[in-house]
C-alpha cells in the first residue's frame, strides 16, 4: 500500500501542473455540470494551488475549452487514420458494392475498436455529449476539430452506397444514424452487460457486438444482401 502510495505521487511529481489539471478536471465536467464544478475542488485533485488555474488558463472556462482542445488533439490519429484507410480503399474498390460492403464492415470494426478502446476514456465521450446537449462557446470547437471531420468520413461511405451527394440532408441523417447507433455501445457499457449478462465487454463480447452491428450498418446502407457472408468471415 505504500509502495502503490508512493508511486502514485512519484507520477503526479513528474507531471506538470498543467497536465494535472487537465487530466483531473475532464472526469469532472464529464460527470456533473459546469457550474457544479468548481475550481477549488479541481485545484485539491491537481495537487496545485487555486491560483494556478488563473495563471495558466486565466479562468475555470478557459481550463474548460483546453480540456476539449486536448481531447481533440488526443483523437487526431484516429482521424487521419479513418481518413487515409478510406482514401485507399475506397479508390480500389470503384464500383464494386460488395467491395463496398466489405470496407463498411472494416470501417465499422475499427471505429468500435476506437470507440471502445482502453486509451479512449469513456468520460471524453460523456463530457462531448454534455456539450451537445448543452452547448456552450466550445460546441464549435469540438463540432470543428472532431465531430464533423469523422461525420464527413462516415459520410464518404454513406453517399457512395446510396448515390446521393454527400453534403445532402439525406446522406448526413444517414451518417448521424451509423454514428450514434457505434457510439451507443460504449456510451451504455453497463447497460449491455446487465442485459446481456456479461462481467466484462472484452475482446470476445466487442467480437459479438461488432457481428450485430456491422450487419445493423449494412442493412442502414442497403448492402444487407452482403450482410452473412462477412459477418461469418470475420468471425472465422
Not at 472526469?27 to 495563471?55: C, G, H, M
Not at 466489405?102 to 476506437?114: C, H, N, T
Request: proline share 4%.
Amino acid at each position: 500500500m505504500v509502495q502503490t502510495t508512493d508511486l502514485k505521487s512519484k507520477e503526479i511529481s513528474m507531471q506538470s501542473a498543467t497536465e494535472r489539471m487537465l487530466e483531473v478536471a475532464g472526469p469532472l465536467f464529464a460527470d456533473r455540470p459546469f457550474d457544479a464544478v468548481s475550481t477549488r475542488e479541481i485545484a485539491k485533485a491537481a495537487n496545485v494551488n487555486l491560483s494556478a488555474i488563473s495563471y495558466h488558463f486565466e479562468n475555470k472556462e478557459g481550463l474548460y475549452r483546453a480540456v476539449f482542445e486536448k481531447i481533440i488533439a488526443d483523437l487526431e490519429p484516429i482521424r487521419v487514420g479513418f481518413a487515409m484507410f478510406l482514401r485507399t480503399k475506397m479508390a480500389a474498390a470503384g464500383d464494386d458494392r460488395e467491395a463496398l460492403a466489405a470496407i463498411v464492415a472494416e470501417f465499422v470494426s475499427r471505429l468500435l475498436d476506437s470507440i471502445m478502446s482502453p486509451e479512449n476514456p469513456r468520460w471524453r465521450m460523456r463530457l462531448i455529449i454534455r456539450e451537445i446537449q448543452h452547448p456552450s462557446d466550445c460546441f464549435d470547437t469540438v463540432m470543428q476539430g472532431h465531430i464533423n471531420i469523422m461525420h464527413d468520413l462516415i459520410g464518404i461511405l454513406v453517399a457512395k452506397a446510396t448515390g446521393e451527394p454527400e453534403a445532402s440532408e439525406k446522406v448526413r441523417l444517414m451518417t448521424h444514424s451509423v454514428l450514434i447507433v457505434c457510439l451507443q455501445y460504449a456510451l451504455s457499457e453497463p447497460l449491455v452487460k446487465a442485459r446481456l449478462g456479461w462481467d466484462q465487454v472484452g475482446p470476445a463480447e466487442i467480437g459479438k457486438i461488432k457481428s450485430v452491428l456491422t450487419v445493423t450498418v449494412l442493412r442502414i446502407l442497403n448492402l444487407g444482401e452482403f450482410a452473412d457472408r462477412l459477418t461469418q468471415e470475420n468471425s472465422e
